[in-house]
């Protein structure tokens, strides 16, 4: 059974809009019939212009947003089923961008177990899991500590932790590394390959850096409120015409790999990531040099 | 011109038990026409240090010259400074407040004092500089597109009239085509009109590329100053500040690290496009090497 599903999912919304003096309410569609199958396990990015619709389907999934059409399901869960809003949203978590709006408490653990005490979890079972999560994301060394004497990545992590204690079987991470600094980014990226790797949780990154992309296992690709794009992160990133034309680049070492093969270079297509690129020129460079007499 | 930093340090809440000294002293001169870049992890006082530049924050200790007078000297006129040197904050998108861009963009140059119709020629002109065309107008800031609302937020400092531009993290959260755009646009206002650019960015891609010299923070000190050949020479120094090599200059790393003797020292694609080359060509000849 699929994790996420969404059939012909349409959001529209209302704006007004002032033309010439004269106000009148217009429709905007920011999702415009996306069907989508996500599989238990899997790790997914999501890119596409500012304005394509990311963030809609992202508050879509946790039931944050209620579709004007079609429909979306959570583990079979309708999400405009109100009975099961609670069900839904501690089945699929969700990471914001901005780790100084997403921290309540004034202490770590506190911070952590905010979710579950909310929930009515008995008090013994919530430090269990207040445990697990800050131990899942290499935090546990700070559970006493203040959140904002924390650095930008170490609080997104805290924030995650808070999304794993409601034991989520899918996180979406909308741009949760936007803000980070390098070390933060990085801090992040490992958390969440290991949450996926370890914990089976699935994962959808919404961001819009192409390095991160790479690390991914399938990568979708929106643009104008619907999905243009699915494939590996091979498939994807040996288009970078299209990907142009969707306001969207290849990640460095894709462009760097595609520039050496045009030199001349026997690389393979479809290199996304920096230490494939480096073993490829390793082997090349070997086997070169072996050929030599 | 130039906008100099004399020993410059920063305590929040200096005297009271909450004392914290988010910028140790340090010395700092930015010049018209160059592109400064100013990285460091978070919390490490790139915006504390900013926010010293037009006089937004009085530092603790030291002296901030513009032109070399004192900006805190009696009688100065810090109000003008402010359109000198202009400051765009992060996200300054979520700042934009008016019923038009154009209304939005014309509050700079307003405030300065001058006129209803010079506001306007210079929120026009700064508008076109950024990319945004006459069809923008009349339009709502709120129904523009991230990267067009990221690009209105400039021009309304733009539109002061700057010689001196100064930016938090610009093109954080922007997609590529609207970083791209944005990064090209400031990089002529530099070379077309000689403004100094002073940059904070988390992307050691961007700055590696348009930098002419980086000042690295790390907790409140200036740890390294100079060119970005210099500073991303330094992978460990960098890493132990939070911060790490642009992504072609980790491929180089990696490299030599499996025994390939590379030259390292690339800022962009380009150039190591150009290392790798010269390593496949010079240790054996080309028919062997494959490359034609």
Not at chain 1, 39 to 66: C, D, Q, V, Y
Not at chain 1, 183 to 204: A, F, K, Y
Not at chain 2, 120 to 134: D, S, Y
Not at chain 2, 201 to 217: C, G, Y
């Amino acid at each position: 059974m699929s994790i996420i599903r969404t059939e012909d999912l349409t959001y529209q919304y209302k704006v007004l809009s002032d033309e010439e003096g004269e106000e009148r309410e217009v429709l905007k569609k920011a999702l415009r019939g996306l069907s989508l199958s996500v599989r238990p396990g899997e790790f997914i990015a999501i890119l596409g212009r500012n304005g394509s619709g990311k963030s809609t389907l992202a508050k879509h999934i946790n039931a944050l947003l209620m579709p004007t059409g079609g429909t979306v399901w959570i583990e079979g869960m309708n999400t405009s089923d109100e009975e099961r809003l609670w069900d839904i949203r501690s089945t699929a978590g969700m990471v914001f961008q901005n780790p100084d709006n997403q921290i309540v408490a004034t202490v770590v653990e506190e911070d952590v177990g905010f979710g579950p005490e909310n929930v009515g979890i008995p008090t013994e079972e919530i430090w269990e899991r207040v445990e697990k999560s800050l131990k899942a994301v290499g935090m546990t060394a700070y559970a006493k500590s203040a959140p904002h004497r924390l650095s930008g990545g170490q609080k997104q992590r805290v924030a995650i932790a808070g999304v794993m204690a409601m034991k989520p079987k899918c996180i979406v991470f909308d741009e949760s590394t936007a803000m980070l600094d390098p070390v933060g980014r990085r801090e992040v990226l490992t958390t969440m390959r290991e949450l996926n790797e370890q914990e089976h949780i699935t994962v959808l990154l919404i961001t819009h850096y192409m390095e991160e992309a790479a690390l991914a296992g399938r990568i979708l690709i929106m643009d104008q409120g619907q999905l243009v794009m699915d494939g590996t992160p091979r498939e994807v990133f040996t288009q970078s015409e299209k990907l142009k034309a969707l306001g969207l680049s290849v990640p460095q070492a894709t462009r760097l790999a595609d520039e050496l093969r045009a030199a001349g270079l026997a690389l393979p297509a479809g290199i996304c990531r920096e230490e494939e690129l480096a073993e490829e020129l390793a082997l090349l460079y070997r086997k070169k040099k072996e050929a030599l007499p | 011109m130039s906008l100099r930093l004399e020993n410059v340090s920063y305590t929040y809440e200096a005297g009271t038990p909450m004392e914290v000294t988010a910028l140790f002293p340090l010395s700092l001169e930015v010049r018209c026409g160059e592109v400064l870049a100013i990285i460091g992890a978070t919390g490490s006082g790139k915006s504390t240090l900013i926010q010293l530049m037009n006089g937004l924050n009085k530092p603790t200790a030291g002296k901030v010259f513009y032109n070399d007078e004192d900006i805190f000297g009696e009688k100065y006129d810090r109000r003008r400074l402010r359109g000198q040197v202009g400051l765009v904050f992060q996200y300054p998108e979520y700042q934009l407040f008016e019923e038009t861009v154009l209304k939005d963009v014309c509050f700079g140059p307003k405030n300065q004092g001058l006129s209803e119709e010079e506001g306007i020629a210079r929120a026009r002109k700064a508008m076109r500089t950024v990319g945004l065309g006459e069809e923008y107008e009349n339009r709502s800031p709120f129904d523009l597109s991230g990267g067009e609302k990221r690009r209105a937020a400039i021009a309304g400092v733009l539109a002061m009239e700057p010689r001196i531009l100064v930016l938090d993290e610009p093109t954080a959260g922007l997609d590529p085509e609207g970083r791209g755009e944005l990064l090209s646009e400031l990089m002529s206002l530099r070379r077309e009109k000689e403004m100094g650019i002073v940059m904070v960015s988390h992307s050691m891609e961007d700055v590696a590329s348009l930098a002419d010299r980086i000042v690295v923070l790390s907790h409140g000190r200036m740890i390294m100053q100079g060119t970005p050949r210099e500073i991303f020479d330094e992978e460990e120094k960098l890493n132990e500040a939070g911060l790490a090599l642009p992504s072609v200059c980790r491929i180089l790393q990696r490299l030599k690290e499996k025994g390939l003797p590379v030259e390292t020292g690339a800022l962009s694609v380009e150039e190591a496009k150009k290392n790798i080359l010269t390593l496949f060509n010079s240790s054996q000849s080309s028919s062997v090497t494959g490359i034609s």
